[in-house]
Nanobody, 119 residues
Framework: QVQLVESGGGLVQVGGSLRLSCAIS????????MGWFRQAPGKEREFVAS????????YYADSVKGRFTISREYAKNIMFLQMDSLKPEDTAVYYC????????????WGQGTQVTVSS
């Protein structure tokens, strides 16, 4: 089992920034892929960004490319999502997730953290 706990959400004005954190425990993560997802009211959960825990290529949804940055602090088992130039449409509950790199579906989820961007 992998346990994930998000933090760092809140209320921010348009154009502002937030940094989300995801504390990870339970397994050695070298074979895992890590990601951020979000779910806005009335919408399905959508992919935001992902990366391999051991490094490598990062992936972003087109809607956040150039504004959001996924990263991790390897020694502390913490993943981050730096969100800049926030827009009202970024308002959502943000979830961190993990899966074995060879798995199809994302396997483990945090409880989510609310991000609200006011105009």
């Amino acid at each position: 089992q992998v346990q994930l706990v998000e933090s760092g959400g809140g209320l921010v004005q348009v154009g502002g920034s937030l940094r989300l954190s995801c504390a990870i425990s339970g397994r050695t993560l070298d074979r895992y892929k890590m990601g951020w997802f979000r779910q806005a009211p009335g919408k399905e959960r959508e992919f935001v960004a992902s990366m391999g825990w051991s490094g490598g290529i990062t992936y972003y949804a087109d809607s956040v490319k150039g504004r959001f940055t996924i990263s991790r602090e390897y020694a502390k088992n913490i993943m981050f999502l730096q969100m800049d130039s926030l827009k009202p449409e970024d308002t959502a509950v943000y979830y961190c997730s993990s899966k074995l790199a060879t798995a199809g579906a994302w396997q483990y989820w945090g409880q989510g953290t609310q991000v609200t961007v006011s105009s």
